[in-house]
Each structure stands twice: as structure tokens, then as C-alpha cells.
């Protein structure tokens, strides 16, 4: 069982990057959150250190939990100086350009090395157990990451929406231009979802419905 950190140790996991998971500090506190089963040191160089499940739990802890947004709402903004994918409609939008496109690839890159560690075959092709348990910025960063450009504003705009819904393991993913939306499809397929375009009874809406592809 995991031991809880100290203050020091408590600060270095706060600051570990969302996505990866990567710890940045002394090398004896990270030794220190190894044995207390929150980190360990990646077996290839340069060695890295990473939190474990058991350290996420805590990072997020401290934050506050990572909820998924409701359906049609959008997702609260992040906490100054984290990174989180653009999921459609935040208010305000962050400030766009070449610093955010270097994080967006950033924070892409690392997913992928997430799932390369995590799976135990080392592929990349297909969400992990982080994307699985983060299911709308898992998509949402996808679609960022590939280009897509996120909706600002009301619902209606154009621009992609990633939204939760009640049912398990899926999202759904709205945009008002069919070509732009059948694109968000192909990018999710392309990352590892499963994805079915589907429309809404009432209104008549087209939206995709994305599920993180196991095999």
C-alpha cells in the first residue's frame, strides 16, 4: 500500500505533468516516492520517474477531481499553469499561437509515450488506461493535436465539441460542418477510437460517438 508524502514530496507530485505523468525534483525525493509506491523509475534512459496510479490519485486530489463535463456543457477551465486540451466552447478560450500549438504537441507526444509504457506490448495505437478514465480531454486532445479547430462561443459555432455522456466509455463529439465532422472522425480512428456518426432524435443533429478502441 502507498505511503503518504511528505510536504516536499506532496509539491513535486502537484507539480508532475498532467498528461505523463513525469516528475521533475531531487533525486533522493524521487527515490523517497518510489518506495512509497507513488513513482517509478522508467527501466530505459534517461530514466525518468513517473507516478503511478497511486500517485495520480493524489495529484488529482489536490486539484480537484477530474470530472468530466455533462453533456452539452463545457469543461471547466484548467488551473493556471496546467495544460488541458481544448474541448469546445470554454469561456474564455485560451490564448491561441505558437506557444500553444508547441504544448498541444507536447502533451500529444507524451500521451503517446504513456501508452507506449503503459501497454504491455509498448504499442501506441490504441487510448490507454489514463485516456479510459479521462475520456473527453483524451479525445479533445486528439482532435487539438491533429489540427482541429475547436468551437468558440455558443453551441452552433463552428468548430468541434467534446462533451460526456450517460453512456459508459464514450463521448460524443459535435460539429456543424459535416465534412469537419466526418474529419474529427477519421482523427479519432486514426488515434486509437472506435467511432459511429449518429444523429439526434429531436433536433436532428449529426454527432459522433467516440469509445477508446482495447485491441
Not at 518506495?35 to 480537484?64: N, V
Not at 456543424?176 to 467511432?195: F, K
Amino acid at each position: 500500500m502507498a505511503l503518504s508524502p511528505t510536504a516536499a514530496q506532496r509539491r513535486i507530485i502537484d507539480a508532475a505533468d498532467p498528461v505523463t505523468g513525469r516528475l521533475r525534483g531531487a533525486e533522493a525525493q524521487l527515490t523517497a516516492l518510489v518506495k512509497r509506491g507513488l513513482a517509478f523509475r522508467h527501466p530505459r534512459p534517461p530514466h525518468d520517474h513517473f507516478l503511478t496510479p497511486a500517485g495520480h490519485r493524489i495529484r488529482e486530489g489536490a486539484s480537484g477531481a477530474d470530472e468530466a463535463p455533462r453533456v452539452a456543457e463545457p469543461a471547466a477551465p484548467a488551473a493556471d499553469g496546467v495544460f488541458a486540451a481544448r474541448v469546445g466552447g470554454e469561456d474564455p478560450a485560451p490564448p491561441s499561437g505558437p506557444a500553444r500549438l508547441r504544448e498541444v504537441r507536447s502533451a500529444w507526444q507524451g500521451l503517446l509515450e504513456l501508452r507506449r509504457m503503459t501497454h504491455p506490448d509498448g504499442s501506441t495505437d490504441r487510448p490507454c488506461a489514463w485516456e479510459r478514465s479521462h475520456l473527453v480531454r483524451a479525445a479533445a486532445l486528439a482532435l487539438e493535436a491533429a489540427g482541429h479547430t475547436p468551437a468558440t462561443g455558443a453551441d452552433g459555432s463552428p468548430g468541434y465539441r467534446v462533451r460526456a455522456t450517460p453512456q459508459p466509455e464514450a463521448v460524443a463529439v459535435y460539429e456543424p460542418d459535416g465534412t469537419a465532422l466526418r474529419g474529427c472522425a477519421a482523427t479519432l480512428e486514426r488515434a486509437g477510437w472506435q467511432v459511429g456518426e449518429h444523429t439526434e432524435p429531436r433536433t436532428r443533429t449529426r454527432y459522433l460517438l467516440a469509445s477508446p478502441r482495447k485491441v
